[in-house]
């Protein structure tokens, strides 16, 4: 089952600018994740944000959760062509997560 | 280092033919699971144990196997592979520590049943 969906699908941007990507979910949440998955490879977790958390930050990455909205958003600042993947919100844990359909992001040189 | 090895990366099969997919990681994890991802379908959980000889099923169960007789050890099993099977598959695992609820991924098998 889908939690949620992610838009855009696909966002294609030159280097060295934002991407912002936004994802939406269904049901509560203690927390929500994101994760990268270049092209056929496995997942890598970049970014986890707890429910009573507004606002994160990772080097680049800048991530924002509104849970009156059931929505978060995930911001690359300063894009590089090595971010060129996929992107995946996820809730739940590592029990179960559930993924949203993901957000393939294309850097152009 | 911290990871989570599959095996085989690449596999093509014939319909019928039971296979296995070693699943191995090396964090001490209570967790791992199966996830099968599909192009329009997203990823969706096959099974998941959360720890020895303790495992269930999750969102689409049907046509496959497990066990967990060791902790670091989480094989798939393919009974009777069929073509709707030809997925690519990602073994996961992760703590019961509720504060970290980070998931390790392997770095994926595609499967094609012909």
């Known amino acids: 089952s889908q939690q949620g969906e992610e838009d855009p699908q696909a966002l294609s941007i030159q280097e060295g600018e934002n991407a912002t990507m936004n994802c939406s979910y269904k049901t509560s949440i203690n927390n929500l994740q994101w994760y990268r998955q270049n092209s056929g490879r496995g997942l890598v977790h970049l970014i986890l944000?707890?429910?009573?958390?507004r606002e994160k930050h990772s080097g680049r990455l800048r991530v924002t959760l509104d849970t009156s909205k059931k929505s978060s958003s995930l911001l690359i600042t300063a894009s590089r062509a090595a971010d060129t993947a996929s992107y995946f919100c996820a809730t739940g844990g590592a029990q179960k997560l559930v993924f949203g359909q993901g957000t393939r992001l294309t850097i152009n040189p | 280092e911290a990871q989570v090895t599959q095996n085989p990366r690449y596999l093509i099969t014939v319909t019928g033919k039971k296979l296995t997919v070693t699943c191995s990681q090396n964090m001490n994890h209570e967790y791992m699971s199966w996830y099968r991802q599909d192009p329009g379908l997203g990823l969706r959980q096959i099974y998941y144990?959360?720890?020895?000889?303790?495992?269930d099923k999750g969102d689409v169960p049907e046509g496959y196997k497990v066990s967990r007789k060791e902790k670091r050890n989480f094989p798939l099993i393919l009974e009777s592979p069929s073509p709707n099977q030809t997925s690519l598959y990602f073994c996961?695992?992760?703590?019961?520590?509720?504060?970290?609820?980070?998931?390790?991924f392997g770095q994926g098998t595609r499967l094609t049943v012909v």
């Open positions: 144990s959360m720890n020895v000889e303790v495992t």
């Open positions: 996961a695992s992760g703590m019961t520590d509720p504060s970290n609820t980070e998931a390790f």
């Open positions: 944000i707890r429910s009573n958390e």
